[in-house]
């Protein structure tokens, strides 16, 4: 009667085996794309860091007009505490939406 037990099980553990393979994959997977998403945004940022300075250096180097090269730069500025404020709700828009907490991985 054992082994007709033993034989009835088997298929369970296989399904369940199976279905936390699934799990295993699918968070790999997750990660993978989180990873993907972050770098893709560090590159964004950094892209757009050197336009900025790009800006602002070729407004430094070819405007004369100093009134121009002032409005200029406070235009300039204006954009990038924009995009600062931006990036930082971002930030948390992604924090939340991946609801990452490191202390709950600890636990």
Known sequence: ?????EKQKWPEIVNEIAKVSKKIKSNIDEEDLVEDLKETFKTTIENTSQLINNIIQTVESSVTDEEIKKETKEIVNN???????????????????????????EE
């Open 1 to 5: 009667m054992s082994s007709m037990n």
């Open 79 to 105: 954009i990038n505490s924009e995009l600062k404020t931006l990036l930082n709700e971002t930030k948390n828009k992604i924090s939340d939406s991946f609801d990452i907490r490191p202390s709950s991985e």
